[in-house]
């Protein structure tokens, strides 16, 4: 089965960068699709950004784009998620996702990680 172990998270001033960071195990890592997904305090979880098997296709939630950015590297059976201009409003849990198909992006669906605190201070 799929495990999925998140680091990176932390306590950030408003305006600064964070990179988070996810470790796949248990199966081949270059046949699924990788995302980012969130959870503030007593709100759903909700997409955040996704890339495809290959690295070649990308898709962000509009709150991000231009400030995020998802990375893969196949090599490291890891998939990064770049923060810059960081906003107390992107405070939250932040959650690792694999699955098969690319196409089912953003749906919430697939293997989890347990998740890492963003903490953006004003």
């Known amino acids: 089965q799929v495990q999925l172990v998140e680091s990176g998270g932390g306590l950030v001033q408003a305006g600064g960068s964070l990179r988070l960071s996810c470790a796949f195990s248990?199966?081949?890592?270059?046949?699924?699709?990788m995302g980012w997904f969130r959870q503030a305090p007593g709100k759903e979880r909700e997409f955040v950004a996704a890339?495809?098997?290959?690295?070649?296709?990308?898709n962000y939630a509009d709150s991000v784009k231009g400030r995020f950015t998802i990375s893969r590297d196949n090599a490291k059976n890891t998939v990064y998620l770049q923060m810059n201009s960081l906003k107390p409003e992107d405070t939250a849990v932040y959650y690792c996702?694999?699955?098969?198909?690319?196409?089912?992006?953003?749906?919430?669906?697939?293997?989890w990680g347990q998740g890492t605190q963003v903490t953006v201070s004003s």
């Open positions: 248990g199966r081949t890592f270059s046949r699924y699709a």
């Open positions: 890339i495809s098997w290959s690295g070649g296709r990308t």
């Open positions: 996702n694999a699955r098969n198909d690319y196409q089912l992006y953003p749906l919430p669906l697939g293997s």
